[in-house]
T-cell receptor
Framework: EPEVTQTPSHQVTQMGQEVILRCVPI?????FYWYRQILGQKVEFLVSFYNNEISEKSEIFDDQFSVERPDGSNFTLKIRSTKLEDSAMYFC?????????????FGNGTRLTVT | AQSVTQPDIHITVSEGASLELRCNYS??????LFWYVQSPGQGLQLLLK??????LVQGIKGFEAEFKRSQSSFNLRKPSVHWSDAAEYFCAVGAQGFQKLVFGTGTRLLVSP
């Protein structure tokens, strides 16, 4: 079964550094998402992306965050200047249709630790 | 806006016993409802989904869930739990025209021998 893959599985960075989290969505999916899960808390929506642009974002997704689909397969999340509170598990997901209607398929996540 | 409540943070069930995990949602129209499972170090795997039609939906791994509009609930059930079911379970709600899913805080299932 096709799956969403994320790299790296674990990233450690120092406060103020830039990080890029990478994802390869399922190939025939059109909608892409980033979610995060701070340790012990709920999974929170960050951003959705369709047709090469952001279609929806949460209040968490401020100017420090950006997303890009640099080629036909990768989908990236960039955090420009990391803060301690950005430490979390970041999940990429993709779906065939809009997420309200079509199930999201999640990757195994990237655990980001900011020191 | 949609919201989801999972009132049980932890549940412990004996292997072979039945299981019910509670989920209540808040949304003005008919929601799209999902249950996901997360094993340690893993991503979120879809167990089952409800969009419309039959209110009792079957999923993978022997799980089922029942949509009850009058109670705004979508509880997950399994008749006989296996040790491999120990994981965190998340209920999520989506809505037509919206991109995102809103997740509950999760219920951690522990299975005792």
């Amino acid at each position: 079964e096709p799956e969403v893959t994320q790299t790296p599985s674990h990233q450690v960075t120092q406060m103020g550094q830039e990080v890029i989290l990478r994802c390869v969505p399922i190939s025939n999916h059109l909608y892409f998402y980033w979610y995060r899960q701070i340790l012990g808390q709920k999974v929170e929506f960050l951003v959705s992306f369709y047709n090469n642009e952001i279609s929806e974002k949460s209040e968490i997704f401020d100017d420090q965050f950006s997303v890009e689909r640099p080629d036909g397969s990768n989908f990236t999340l960039k955090i420009r200047s990391t803060k301690l509170e950005d430490s979390a598990m970041y999940f990429c997901a993709s779906s065939e249709e809009q997420g309200g209607r079509s199930p999201l398929h999640f990757g195994n996540g990237t655990r980001l630790t900011v020191t | 806006a949609q919201s989801v409540t999972q009132p049980d943070i932890h549940i412990t069930v004996s292997e072979g016993a039945s299981l019910e995990l509670r989920c209540n949602y808040s949304y003005g129209a008919t929601p799209y409802l999902f249950w996901y499972v997360q094993s340690p170090g893993q991503g979120l795997q879809l167990l089952l989904k409800y969009f419309s039609g039959d209110t009792l939906v079957q999923g993978i791994k022997g799980f089922e869930a029942e949509f009850k509009r009058s109670q705004s609930s979508f509880n997950l059930r399994k008749p006989s739990v296996h040790w491999s079911d120990a994981a965190e379970y998340f209920c999520a709600v989506g809505a037509q025209g919206f991109q995102k899913l809103v997740f509950g805080t999760g219920t951690r299932l522990l299975v005792s021998p």
